[in-house]
T-cell receptor
Framework: AQSVTQPDIHITVSEGASLELRCNYS??????LFWYVQSPGQGLQLLLK??????LVQGIKGFEAEFKRSQSSFNLRKPSVHWSDAAEYFC???????????FGTGTSLTVIP | SQTIHQWPATLVQPVGSPLSLECTVE??????LYWYRQAAGRGLQLLFY??????ISSEVPQNLSASRPQDRQFILSSKKLLLSDSGFYLC??????????FGQGTRLTVV
């Protein structure tokens, strides 16, 4: 069965510091991988996605993620965090044919001045 | 361009009352449609998904049901709400081999 693990429930970083949010997945075939961001009380906005090709993908708001098949990971990174990045971040895996999306439990990011 | 509408934004319902949440998508045909529930600390739980009219797949047995009476309409229902049905419900649409696009969500409180 498909599953997504985000081991960090909550992360606090200083503004301007680098950020890495971890995501591990379990899926029998080549996955589609996504990172979404959610502001309080809002829907989810797509940050970036990986379908195939270059394993380092660039997204919006200066985020990037790297797909590592050997580690079943798709970690999200940002070199310099801004206060506006404080939000909940979700990693998701999508199935190739069925169209289902499975999400991790999320990582809450706090940015301190 | 495609848009997704989900309503109401907030809802307070007594235990035992029925529920109907509606979601509609514009600007696309034959989309995949999804209902998720979000509870604190539990991420997004996929409740139902549909790949076509009248085709509903349930991921988690529960007090809820879903229907797709039209191509771009997805409805989440319950005959009798439980306290445990409280949560944030999100509708989403997608196409095969693409990402999911989310509505703004409905905050349901069962009292």
């Amino acid at each position: 069965a498909q599953s997504v693990t985000q081991p960090d429930i909550h992360i606090t970083v200083s503004e301007g510091a680098s950020l890495e949010l971890r995501c591990n997945y379990s899926y029998g075939a080549t996955p589609y991988l996504f990172w979404y961001v959610q502001s309080p009380g809002q829907g989810l906005q797509l940050l970036l996605k990986y379908f195939s090709g270059d394993t380092l993908v660039q997204g919006i708001k200066g985020f990037e993620a790297e797909f590592k098949r050997s580690q079943s990971s798709f970690n999200l990174r940002k070199p310099s965090v801004h206060w506006s990045d404080a939000a909940e971040y979700f990693c998701a895996v999508g199935t190739l044919m069925g169209g289902q999306f499975y999400f991790g439990t999320g990582t809450s990011l706090t940015v301190i001045p | 361009s495609q848009t997704i509408h989900q309503w109401p934004a907030t809802l307070v319902q007594p235990v035992g009352s029925p529920l109907s949440l509606e979601c509609t998508v514009e600007g696309t045909s034959n989309p995949n449609l999804y209902w998720y529930r979000q509870a604190a600390g539990r991420g997004l739980q996929l409740l139902f998904y549909s790949v076509g009219i009248g085709q509903i797949s349930s991921e988690v047995p529960q007090n809820l049901s879903a229907s797709r009476p039209q191509d771009r309409q997805f409805i989440l229902s319950s005959k009798k709400l439980l306290l445990s049905d409280s949560g944030f419900y999100l509708c989403a649409w997608g196409e095969k081999e693409s990402e999911a696009f989310f509505g703004q969500g409905t905050r349901l409180t069962v009292v």
